[in-house]
């Protein structure tokens, strides 16, 4: 069974929809531990609830980025999962991290990367009027959200919609794709190979790589 570290800042919303989806054998792993920088996430209920182990590494403790991200990484080499899943993690980690872990760390971004890295997604979206959004699920890099993408889903952005709908759907949105791609991670269909991702079967790539619509 692949053991899985989901790292949070907030609401655990996607945290949750991971659980579950092991809990109903859709993602062949399990959440061996939930790590927030923040220590009052939500998400570290959500955690409690199922009875899974969580690890607060709080930032503001830290004069330094690079001690924050050196803590971090030494309790996940500690853990060593088979997969860490930056779910909703709002801190930026340096290369010395994201480097060790190149190949089994993702991250989980509410844009159709490489459109709008960064915060404010959906302001942007809105903004600038634009007919599609979506998320992307990629590696992680040093760049600020620009390691090689593993999937994206899009939506149709609606005629004068609300943002807080726009949210709402992008969060059902990822709630459904995240863990698809997990699961397909853990079964050993998707992997990162000198810098690229490769997809051992079609049926991968064509269910969740780009121009993939949901209407949600
Ligand atoms: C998600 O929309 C994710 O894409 C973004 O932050 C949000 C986290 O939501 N980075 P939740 O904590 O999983 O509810």
Redesign the pocket.
Known sequence: MKQIAIL?S??????EAIINACKSKEIHGQVACVISNNPDAY?LERAKKFNINTRVIDHKLYLEREKFDDDLQFFLEELSPDLIVL??F?RILGSKITDKFSDKMIN???SLLPLYPGLNTHDQVLINKDNLHG?SIHYVSPALDGGPLIAQGVIKVKKNEEKNNLIDR??KL?HKLLPKIINEICLGKINLVEGKVVYTDFKTLKKGFIHNYYEI
Request: charge should be negative.
């Open positions: 949070i907030g609401s655990g919303s996607n945290l998400g779910a909703g709002m989980l971004h509410p998320i992008i969060h990822e």
